[in-house]
């Protein structure tokens, strides 16, 4: 069997992700108030506030200018799904946080995080992965900066008893993408400095306990999981640290949206719940293993949303 190429995981997944807007323009018209108003108002509001924040001189500005493009790009994407569906226009009130600088940004991020997460299992299929990558986004972001952060810990995953038919095909690519990464943090080990090795050990063990519950899930669904490839073919060669550093942050990546896609393809709240969980812990790994590799932008704004 020959080892399986990132290309190959990603066109895949591109295939599913096809459906997803057909599926998104079915929804009727609604009377009610735009939930994502408030979010995409929000998203506009933490934007302008880490932009004059950047204007500065000080420390800080840098770091702002890194929140203020992630809030940039959720706030279109959010408006973008506003004004496709457009529903009555109703009053929103964003929340200002007091205090001034970082820890301001730090107070936004919260919010917009936890705005993010409270609506994930009420929409539908691809506004829940809309609204769940704006959460990542937001979670990434906060392990930009010590300061901004550490942000909710999302937890472990933790298998549900039963799946739905539609999960099977996206929690197989799920299962997939953890594979890889286990992988991924084994062949890395070697190239790391001995600072990383607890970082490193704690991102393989996640994997692993991720991987564990996909094989549960589908064991469970009478389904069989895929096993392991004998090897993957990395985006690039690991030849030292920061070539090993790039590569486990694209691994974070990829199961990112392969998670992403699970949420996206199930209205299942317990399931939801574990690709959640997943994306988010995902997402902020994913900031600090490219803030290391030296790579820009280190956060992701939304991860798994075609664009």
Same mark, same amino acid.
């Given at each position: 069997m020959s080892p399986r190429s990132r290309r190959d995981v990603l066109r895949l997944s591109a295939l599913a992700a096809l459906a997803v807007p057909l599926a998104a323009c079915r929804t009727g018209y609604s009377d009610e108030p735009d939930p994502l108003a408030l979010l995409a108002e929000q998203a506009t509001a933490d934007a302008?506030?880490?932009?004059?924040?950047?204007?500065?001189?000080?420390?800080?500005?840098?770091?702002?200018?890194?929140v203020a493009a992630t809030r940039s790009a959720q706030a279109q994407a959010l408006q973008a799904e506003v004004d496709r569906l457009n529903r009555p226009k109703s009053a929103v009130r964003v929340v200002t946080p007091?205090?001034?600088?970082?820890?301001?940004?730090?107070?936004?991020?919260?919010?917009?995080?936890?705005?993010?997460?409270?609506?994930?299992?009420?929409?539908?299929?691809?506004? +829940?992965?809309?609204?769940?990558?704006?959460?990542a986004g937001c979670a990434g972001a906060q392990q930009l900066d010590d300061r901004l952060g550490p942000g909710k810990d999302p937890g472990t995953v933790q298998a549900v008893a039963s799946i739905p038919d539609e999960a099977v095909a996206p929690l197989q690519k799920a299962l997939d993408a953890e594979h890889a990464a286990v992988?991924?943090?084994?062949?890395?080990?070697?190239?790391?400095?001995?600072?990383?090795?607890?970082?490193?050990?704690e991102g393989a063990h996640e994997h692993q306990d991720r991987r564990d519950a996909c094989v549960r899930m589908l064991d469970a669904a009478g389904v069989t999981p895929d096993g392991p490839?004998?090897?993957?073919?990395?985006? &690039?060669?690991?030849?030292?640290?920061?070539?090993? &550093?790039?590569?486990?942050?694209?691994?974070?990546?990829?199961?990112? +949206?392969?998670?992403?896609?699970?949420?996206?393809?199930?209205?299942?709240?317990?399931?939801?719940?574990?690709?959640?969980?997943?994306?988010?812990?995902?997402?902020?790994?994913?900031?600090?293993?490219?803030?290391?590799?030296?790579?820009?932008?280190?956060?992701?704004?939304?991860?798994?949303?075609?664009?």
């Open positions: 302008a506030a880490a932009n004059a924040l950047a204007a500065g001189s000080s420390t800080e500005a840098g770091v702002a200018r890194e007091g205090g001034s600088g970082l820890a301001a940004l730090k107070e936004r991020l919260a919010t917009a995080r936890e705005q993010a997460e409270a609506l994930v299992p009420v929409l539908e299929g691809y506004r +829940a992965g809309l609204v769940a990558a704006v959460a992988w991924v943090y084994g062949l890395v080990s070697a190239f790391l400095p001995a600072n990383y090795d607890a970082g490193a050990s490839e004998p090897a993957y073919i990395t985006p &690039k060669p690991v030849t030292d640290a920061t070539s090993a &550093k790039s590569v486990v942050a694209t691994a974070e990546t990829d199961c990112a +949206a392969a998670w992403a896609g699970v949420l996206e393809q199930t209205a299942d709240q317990g399931l939801r719940a574990v690709a959640l969980t997943a994306l988010l812990g995902s997402a902020r790994r994913g900031t600090r293993w490219r803030q290391a590799a030296g790579e820009t932008p280190a956060a992701l704004p939304l991860i798994g949303v075609s664009a």
